[in-house]
């Protein structure tokens, strides 16, 4: 169980899903790597340009929700997941 300052911490970085709807099942898990940095969900990472930036989304129990990336100031707002997985690497 997570102490009540862990929890603090985590919403405060950004790091955190909260399911307005109190469900017990959703999960969304976000992680973006260079070769030299690592971000989670709630983060920025830098990435040098020409440098491939690699994204890991874990989401469970949320159907037709997508994640939103924002390159360079910009949302890749309207994208699905079948052209995320084109675009920018999703497997």
């Known amino acids: 169980m997570l ?3 862990a929890i ?6 950004g ?3 909260i399911d307005v709807e109190g469900t017990k099942d959703r ?6 790597k260079t070769t030299s940095s690592t971000a989670w969900m709630g983060d920025s990472i830098d990435a040098p340009a020409g440098q ?3 994204f890991t989304v874990n989401m469970i ?3 037709g ?7 360079d100031g910009r949302s890749t707002r309207g994208l699905t997941m079948s052209a995320m997985a084109n675009d920018i690497g999703f497997g």
């Open 61 to 63: 129990a949320l159907q």
């Open 65 to 71: 929700a997508y994640p939103k990336i924002i390159r």
């Open 3 to 5: 102490s009540e300052r």
């Open 8 to 13: 603090l911490d985590a919403i405060r970085a």
């Open 27 to 32: 999960i969304v898990e976000f992680e973006a």
């Open 15 to 17: 790091h955190v899903f």
């Open 52 to 54: 491939q930036v690699y």
